[in-house]
T-cell receptor, first 119, second 114 residues
């Protein structure tokens, strides 16, 4: 089954304790990205990756790191979590990040989300 | 600045009724527009895609329209069901120097009551 898998789904941690949220996709997608979603706000992009070893900042990258060493994995790292990073996080992938015009481009496949609480 | 706006912010309707959600965008260049459905606490799922040349497209009880001239899209839900309760997010695909980019609307929260 084609899917994007995130782990953990739920996590409660304390300020300053490093954590990693994993994301894996089995669709051989080039493009992967991370978003956070807070009450009353839409999805905001944290980081994205056009392909292996290519990553770039989104709209809200402060306090986060990512890596893309393999095509299927795109972990999100919080080196020193703070309470303002309490949020619902989503990983997503898309077939390609390259500009390809047409009706079948640009569909994002999302994971089930990871709810993070930082105390 | 690329931007996607949605209205209303939230909507409550009775089961069986119809409703229409709106999306206005100022995104350039435009590649396509997708409507996603997001159930509470779950990841969004694509409902339909609209390209520049398409005016109307249906997917079951969902009908999306696109007016490329006014840069507006709508999602019409017919004969609503309780399972339609969700957030509906409008996402426009554009491009920059690096490739594709996605601009998200804030979503419309729909509640369908029995």
């Amino acid at each position: 089954e084609a899917q994007v898998t995130q782990n953990p789904r739920y996590l409660i941690t304390v300020t300053g304790k490093k954590l990693t949220v994993t994301c894996s996709q089995n669709m051989n997608h080039e493009y992967m990205s991370w978003y956070r979603q807070d009450p009353g706000l839409g999805l905001r992009q944290i980081y994205y990756s056009m392909n292996v070893e290519v990553t770039d900042k989104g709209d809200v990258p402060e306090g986060y790191k990512v890596s893309r060493k393999e095509k299927r994995n795109f972990p999100l790292i919080l080196e020193s979590p703070s309470p303002n990073q309490t949020s619902l996080y989503f990983c997503a992938s898309s077939l390609t990040g390259r500009l390809v015009w047409g009706p079948n481009t640009g569909e994002l496949f999302f994971g089930e989300g990871s709810r993070l609480t930082v105390l | 600045k690329n931007q996607v706006e949605q209205s209303p912010q939230s909507l409550i309707i009775l089961e069986g009724k119809n409703c229409t959600l709106q999306c206005n965008y100022t995104v350039s260049p435009f590649s396509n527009l997708r409507w996603y459905k997001q159930d509470t606490g779950r990841g969004p799922v694509s409902l339909t895609i609209m390209t520049f040349s398409e005016n109307t497209k249906s997917n079951g009880r969902y009908t999306a329209t696109l007016d490329a001239d006014t840069k507006q899209s709508s999602l019409h839900i017919t004969a609503s069901q309780l399972s339609d309760s969700a957030s509906y997010i409008c996402v426009v695909t554009t491009s920059d120097n690096y490739g594709q980019n996605f601009v998200f609307g804030p979503g419309t929260r729909l509640s369908v009551l029995p």
